[in-house]
């Protein structure tokens, strides 16, 4: 499909940048029409029919939001770039969220609103008058806890930026959801997304799967094959459970993110890469690090911003909430329940869940199964979560009256009673290794060494 059969409006207030902007788009061949505020442009969009348009936030009588807002009343769905300035960040996220594609800072750079013009051009395929593919739906940290807002103002404000990001907290919490949301959030929105779990693929073939290899590159390579790092060219790459990658690799992948370029296996040309990468993993990252599992000078470089997500049971306001969102999203497939009584929503309230947000909706799930009622009731859940105890007491101590070992001995013992007597659990929520527990275990007590769980 030509540029010259794709229509572009451009609403700027400013009738010198709007002509500058408009002979520059017209310049790469592309059919352009101008604005001078958002209800001129409310107009044009009915009697103009742009496949694209270009809007700037602040314009006088309608601005970039409130256009968004009355095409969205009167249903016309077209990609809308916003134009924001170096203080509108805030108001551009809610535009993503109205439902702009994109969004660009000023000052303008020509070849990066050029690269996002023509990739939407060939998102469109070869028909002119198909509308373009729906952007997926922004992902959603449900909740109103102290830590969910304090994610979102985080995702908010460094989603926008290149830096990387390193996301960590237990299994579960939602770590690739955040990093979806980032994605989305960021100018890269329209670009490509890869994620790759690795601790799910075989040491043996994970540095093949990152960086690609040509055809004869070892035995089985019968053709060139692109790794995450090309295919997410553009766009972002998500790390998963980036501790489990073996510590060789590690050092590979660093030269990578610093060169920003990248060799096939079998291959003597380098590939200059543009790609934001996210990493994240259960484990904590001083912990790896200590460990050996993960090299301190790739944390730096992968960390230029660290987010640590809740576990559940430290933001139990927010389960309500989350199952009345796990309701909604199964009525379709389980037909319509009316919500959850206060006796189930109390029980998930009073247990642990060692597997977060995951297991939560897997409880739910699993309810809206067996339930015979138009409510969901303690009834329909797994007898472990029936027979909850309540949550421990904060732990007290008296200066002066407790010695640094009884503090230790009771922190202990009140961990493995939280953790139903699952050592391995109670390791994991005091930040220790298996091992580690049992010598303290012993030390303290030496009649009473634990047997391995």
């Not at 059969?5 to 700027?12: D, G, M, T």
């Not at 693929?201 to 053709?223: N, Q, V």
């Not at 909850?388 to 009673?417: C, F, K, N």
Request: net charge neutral; hydrophobic share 40%.
């Amino acid at each position: 499909m030509m540029n010259d059969s794709v229509r572009v409006l451009v609403a700027e207030d400013d009738p010198t940048t709007l002509e500058a902007w408009c002979g520059m788009i017209r310049s790469w061949g592309f059919e352009v029409a101008g604005a001078v505020d958002g209800e001129e442009a409310l107009g044009q969009v009915r009697g103009y029919e742009p496949h694209i348009l270009i809007a700037d936030l602040k314009m006088p009588r309608l601005d970039g939001l409130g256009l968004l807002k009355s095409m969205r009343q009167l249903g016309v769905n077209i990609p809308t770039l916003i134009i924001s300035g170096e203080g509108d960040i805030p108001e551009a996220v809610a535009a993503i969220k109205l439902g702009a594609i994109d969004y660009v800072r000023k000052p303008i750079d020509p070849p990066h609103l050029r690269a996002m013009l023509n990739s939407l051009v060939h998102n469109r395929g070869d028909n002119a008058s198909a509308p373009l593919p729906p952007q997926s739906p922004l992902p959603k940290l449900i909740g109103s806890s102290r830590s969910i807002r304090e994610l979102r103002d985080f995702i908010e404000r460094f989603a926008p930026t290149n830096t990387s990001v390193m996301i960590f907290g237990e299994s579960g919490t939602g770590k690739d959801v955040a990093a979806a949301m980032i994605h989305c959030l960021s100018s890269r929105r329209s670009r490509p997304y890869v994620a790759i779990n690795c601790a799910a693929i075989p040491e043996s073939l994970m540095e093949a799967e990152l960086f690609g290899y040509e055809r004869g590159a070892f035995t089985g390579a019968d053709r060139r094959y692109e790794g995450c790092f090309e295919r997410a060219q553009g766009g972002t790459l998500l790390l998963d459970e980036v501790t489990e990658m073996r510590v060789e690799l590690q050092a590979k992948l660093l030269r990578v993110l610093e060169e920003r370029r990248l060799r096939r296996l079998g291959s003597c040309v380098e590939i200059p890469l543009d790609v934001r990468v996210l990493a994240a993993t259960n484990r904590n990252p001083q912990h790896a690090m200590r460990d050996g599992r993960l090299r301190e000078d790739l944390y730096y470089r992968l960390s230029v911003c660290a987010v640590e997500l809740a576990p559940l049971r430290q933001r139990p306001e927010d389960i309500e909430p989350l199952v009345e969102y796990f309701i909604s999203t199964f009525k379709e497939q389980y037909g319509a329940i009316r919500g959850a009584d206060a006796d189930f929503i109390q029980a998930l309230k009073r247990y642990s869940w060692p597997g977060n947000v995951r297991q939560l909706r897997n409880v739910v799930e699993r309810a809206l199964v067996v339930t015979s009622g138009p409510v969901l009731s303690v009834a329909d859940l797994p007898p472990e979560l029936r027979r909850t105890s309540p949550r421990p007491a904060v732990l007290e101590v008296s200066i002066g009256d407790s010695s640094l070992q009884e503090v230790e001995r009771e922190m202990i013992y009140r961990t493995i009673e939280f953790a139903g007597g699952n050592k391995t659990r109670a390791a994991e929520l005091l930040g220790i290794s298996l091992r580690t527990l049992y010598n303290r275990l012993e030390r303290l007590d030496p009649k009473e060494r634990p047997k391995p769980a």
